[in-house]
């Protein structure tokens, strides 16, 4: 009977102890943790490892849209740790709670990149008026569409040097180089031009009857130089206009040797490249005023660039 109770008794204690090792081997209500991980622009952060402090098993990193999820967690008090090159790492308290999920959305900062901000105004560059127009950052690969103001903004760019391209339809494509200082904006007013517009140059005078072009008219075609070479995109059509005093042939005759003689000094002056130059004498077969008046006549006697169309 002692031998029957002993092995008894001897039952009940494996049976304790052996539901004490089953419980010690997690087999209880285990908790989980979950959440989103973005930069300081709300943009998910991918390839994040997410690891529970001290225990190095228990690892996950986020997907390209920034989720994770570490589950089988045991309740009680843990760190969570969010790493990942290029970002400064964090460590965050928290509690599990067996049979529960907890929520746990983090924001990590980036290290080392110094970024400001690119804003601005596309405008016709003869009327001023304001355009929608693509805008690119070409190295970032980054556009946006400037509105009905023409009004531009580009946020968080790196600090550096790059190159705006601004793209309207029917206008002549624009390519600007940009400045980007850490912790400021830059603001560009960018003005492009239209296809097939004209510019007068009020200003130019030659000697009478004849295409030798009179100091004061330099200047202007310095003026015009600098067009050009700030604005390497265009090629203009160089046109010459008379009055009607004479004949046809010889009006058109002297505004075609004085279209070559503007297109000569900004060659030789400028060192501006032929091929953007087209001279084209056109005569008294444009007239902008009345050739009746001498007023007229005299709006008549003039130089223009006419912006050719962008090369396909």
Same mark, same amino acid.
């Given at each position: 009977m002692?031998?029957i109770?002993?092995?008894?008794?001897?039952?009940?204690?494996c049976?304790?102890?052996s539901c004490?090792?089953?419980t010690?081997?997690?087999?209880?209500?285990v908790g989980?943790?979950y959440?989103?991980?973005n930069?300081?622009e709300?943009?998910?952060?991918?390839g $994040?490892? $997410?690891?529970v402090a001290g225990?190095?098993g228990?690892?996950?990193?986020?997907?390209? =849209?920034?989720? &994770?999820? %570490?589950?089988? %967690?045991p309740?009680g !008090?843990l760190n969570?740790?969010f790493s990942?090159p290029?970002f400064?790492?964090?460590?965050i308290s928290?509690k599990?709670e067996?049979g529960?999920? %907890?929520? %746990? !959305?983090?924001?990590?900062?980036?290290?080392g990149i110094k970024?400001?901000?690119? +804003?601005?105004?596309?405008a !016709? &560059?003869i009327?001023n008026?304001?355009? *929608?127009?693509?805008?690119t /950052?070409?190295?970032?690969?980054?556009?946006?569409?400037?509105? +009905?103001n023409g009004?531009?903004?580009?946020?968080n760019?790196p =600090?550096g040097?790059y190159l705006?391209?601004v793209?309207a339809l029917?206008?002549v494509?624009?390519?600007?180089? /940009?400045?980007?200082?850490?912790? +400021?904006s830059? !603001?560009?007013?960018?003005?492009i031009?239209? @296809?097939?517009?004209?510019?007068i140059?009020?200003?130019i @005078?030659?000697?009478?009857?004849s =295409?030798?072009?009179?100091?004061e008219? &330099?200047?202007?075609?310095?003026?015009?130089?600098?067009?050009?070479?700030m604005?390497?995109?265009?090629?203009? @059509?160089?046109?010459g206009?008379t009055?009607?005093i004479?004949?046809?042939a010889y009006?058109?005759r002297?505004s075609? +040797?004085? =279209?070559?003689?503007?297109?000569d000094y900004?060659?030789d002056?400028?060192?501006?490249?032929?091929?953007?130059l087209?001279?084209?004498? &056109?005569?008294e077969?444009?007239? /902008?005023?009345d050739n009746a008046?001498?007023?007229?006549r005299?709006k008549?006697?003039? *130089?223009?660039f006419l912006i050719l169309?962008?090369k396909?």
């Amino acid at each position: 009977m002692n031998r029957i109770f002993a092995l008894f008794l001897s039952f009940v204690f494996c049976f304790f102890i052996s539901c004490a090792i089953f419980t010690s081997s997690g087999l209880v209500e285990v908790g989980s943790i979950y959440g989103f991980v973005n930069d300081e622009e709300y943009e998910p952060v991918e390839g $994040v490892e $997410v690891s529970v402090a001290g225990e190095g098993g228990m690892i996950t990193y986020t997907n390209s =849209a920034g989720y &994770y999820i %570490l589950q089988d %967690l045991p309740p009680g !008090d843990l760190n969570l740790i969010f790493s990942r090159p290029g970002f400064e790492s964090k460590m965050i308290s928290c509690k599990v709670e067996a049979g529960k999920k %907890l929520e %746990l !959305d983090q924001i990590l900062k980036r290290i080392g990149i110094k970024t400001g901000s690119i +804003k601005g105004i596309i405008a !016709d &560059y003869i009327t001023n008026e304001p355009l *929608v127009a693509e805008v690119t /950052i070409i190295e970032l690969n980054r556009t946006v569409t400037s509105d +009905k103001n023409g009004f531009f903004e580009f946020d968080n760019v790196p =600090a550096g040097f790059y190159l705006l391209k601004v793209q309207a339809l029917n206008y002549v494509t624009s390519q600007t180089d /940009i400045k980007v200082e850490s912790g +400021k904006s830059t !603001d560009q007013m960018i003005r492009i031009f239209r @296809e097939g517009s004209s510019i007068i140059l009020h200003g130019i @005078e030659f000697e009478f009857n004849s =295409a030798k072009l009179k100091p004061e008219s &330099y200047p202007v075609l310095d003026d015009a130089a600098r067009i050009l070479t700030m604005h390497p995109e265009i090629d203009v @059509e160089v046109q010459g206009h008379t009055d009607d005093i004479g004949s046809d042939a010889y009006n058109l005759r002297l505004s075609q +040797k004085r =279209a070559e003689a503007v297109r000569d000094y900004l060659i030789d002056v400028h060192m501006i490249e032929p091929v953007r130059l087209i001279p084209v004498g &056109y005569g008294e077969r444009r007239p /902008i005023a009345d050739n009746a008046t001498e007023e007229g006549r005299k709006k008549n006697r003039r *130089v223009e660039f006419l912006i050719l169309k962008e090369k396909e």
